[in-house]
């Protein structure tokens, strides 16, 4: 237990003068100026020390726990965290129960003690235990309705300063995910619409997301591509991206076989991601002069090939996602496009859901996919994205999508 003990016996000959509702005034300006619980509470206890002559000056917050009150102790500027008051002292759940001063008795040996509860906006949150100098003797009237006021006083700028450093806390929270919402944009692709035969869209459904996509030419004249759907939400989900998207671009600048990445990604994430954390991942490579992609799928949507009179055709994973096992053995498949477009997309576009109706789907897709025909590829997909945003869809997960474009390369030469 923490206890502030004066430098003199007495209060200042100036304050001494005082009246009551000036020394309270007084000792409640000094609250205005600390933002901080660890400082109010200091200002708190060191106020009482100098207006009401004690020896010693103790405040034991209490938190709910499981197992029951745990009360946390003052301790300077500092709070000792689960420090539990003596446990043979029966006035301090009393004070809390009854709401009300209470005072020890005291005798010739023993001092004065006199308690008050802390009850910001009347729900208590702690107690005050003050100790007198042996024989000054207990707390008058007079003085134990300035304890009261005094305590009453130092609830509230507790509860002020707890509610303060729960918004700084969100705060700083906020902060850092936008500073983490901004490392991952840098991670995906700068190349805009229309400037490359391949394209890719992110959505976070928040500020960071647990999707990822990217591609970059590789020293053959081959691109090579990936997109990525980490399991769960939130941070974790998102540092999970980071590590896979870094993983990805290191891997694939080295190996060439989309399988062959895939397995070593999975080596990686299933010795270093947390429990029941995994990965969904198409990767591959496209060579613009021949139209030929070789794909390999982890546990993610089939993606689509369109082909130039309409037809799709689907490429189901052949094996589970990255992080679940810690081997796996993954094919190649190769895909002759022939001219057409292949979509490669995240759950969150298919999930898309109208009103209370069932989700897009695959079959949606398709369907506003060649309800946007007439119009270029990457234009036609922010178009989707568009319709998709009007009234009555609601977006339910991360939204990612990556398309290729084996005409691009015939209408650009």
Known sequence: MHAIHPQTPTAAPDRDHLGDAERL?????????????????NAA????????????VEVFLWRNDPEGFIFESARGRSIARGRQPDPRDPYLARCLGEKTILGSPQTDMIAAVAYAPLLPLGRPCGVVRLVRPLGQGALDSRESALFGAMASAAALAIA????????EDQSDTTRDLAFAAEIQRHLLPSAAAGESPIFGLNRPIRQVSGDFFDFFTLPNGKIAFALGDVAGKGMNAALL?????????????????PAEILERLNREIHETASRGMFVTMVAGTYDPGSGRLEIANAGHEPPLLRTIDQRYESYPADGPPLGVLPELNLSTREVEMSGGEFFIFSDGLTEFRYGQGEQLGVDGLIQMIEALSPMPLAVRMEALLCELDKEGWSMRDDLTVLVI?????QNNE
């Not at 206890?45 to 010693?56: C, D, F, K, S, T």
């Not at 991206?241 to 076989?257: D, E, Q, V």
Request: aromatic share 8%; charged share 20%; proline share 0%.
């Open 25 to 41: 005034a007084l000792y409640c300006q000094n609250f205005a100026i600390e933002r901080d619980l660890s400082a109010t509470l």
């Open 45 to 56: 206890l060191e106020g009482m020390v100098r207006n009401l002559h004690a020896e010693i």
């Open 160 to 167: 002020n300063a707890q509610l303060l450093a729960t918004v």
């Open 241 to 257: 991206m980071a590590k896979a998207a870094s993983l990805y671009r290191c891997l694939g600048k080295t190996i060439f076989h």
């Open 405 to 409: 474009d084996d005409s691009w390369v």
